[in-house]
Nanobody
Framework: QVQLVESGGGLVQAGGSLRLSCAAS????????VGWFRQAPGKEREFVAR????????YYADSVKGRFTISRDNAKNTVYLEMNSLKPEDTAVYYC??????????????????WGQGTQVTVSS
């Protein structure tokens, strides 16, 4: 079992920055793919970024490429999402998710078997 807890959300003005953290417990996620998703009111949950377990390859949605950076600190069993140049359309609840099967990876919600409770990010114009 893996427990994921997100933190770092809040209210920020457009153009500002936030760093989200996803702290894992129960087992190490250093070899797991960990992703960030977001869900705005009335919309489906969408992929934001993911980081592979072993090689650490990163992938981003086109809408955040160049502005967001995903990284991990294996010693802390934590994955981060650095968000810069935030826009009002980035407003959403942000969720981290983990896939502990090393043979499963992707950008769909169905690719992940553990989820956090989410943290709200609000970007004002």
């Amino acid at each position: 079992q893996v427990q994921l807890v997100e933190s770092g959300g809040g209210l920020v003005q457009a153009g500002g920055s936030l760093r989200l953290s996803c702290a894992a417990s129960g087992r190490t996620v250093s070899a797991s793919t960990v992703g960030w998703f977001r869900q705005a009111p009335g919309k489906e949950r969408e992929f934001v970024a993911r980081i592979a377990g072993s090689a650490g390859n990163t992938y981003y949605a086109d809408s955040v490429k160049g502005r967001f950076t995903i990284s991990r600190d294996n010693a802390k069993n934590t994955v981060y999402l650095e968000m810069n140049s935030l826009k009002p359309e980035d407003t959403a609840v942000y969720y981290c998710a983990a896939q502990t099967n090393p043979y499963v990876a992707g950008s769909r919600t169905s690719h992940y078997n553990y989820w956090g409770q989410g943290t709200q990010v609000t970007v004002s114009s």
